[in-house]
């Protein structure tokens, strides 16, 4: 087999990307406490049915 040589410049960089979700997501997780947190929410329509009652308009 013949040996081939790794391209320094492409692992460099790839190691710096890491480096830098790594650091986001640590940063992400002191501010939101631990897990999952979503940014974009689904908009809901006031027209929408629901049962619970906190949603539910007084009718007089």
Same mark, same amino acid.
């Given at each position: 087999?013949?040996?081939?040589?790794?391209?320094?410049?492409?692992?460099?960089?790839?190691?710096?990307? =890491?480096?830098?979700?790594?650091?986001?997501?640590?940063?992400? &997780? !002191?501010?939101?406490?631990?897990?999952?947190?979503?940014?974009?929410?689904?908009?809901?329509? =006031?027209?929408?049915?629901?049962?619970?009652?906190?949603?539910? &308009? !007084?009718?007089?």
């Amino acid at each position: 087999m013949k040996k081939t040589k790794r391209k320094t410049v492409n692992v460099t960089t790839m190691e710096a990307i =890491k480096a830098m979700r790594r650091g986001s997501r640590e940063a992400e &997780q !002191e501010l939101l406490g631990p897990g999952f947190h979503s940014f974009n929410r689904i908009h809901r329509s =006031k027209k929408t049915y629901t049962r619970k009652t906190k949603h539910k &308009q !007084e009718q007089e």
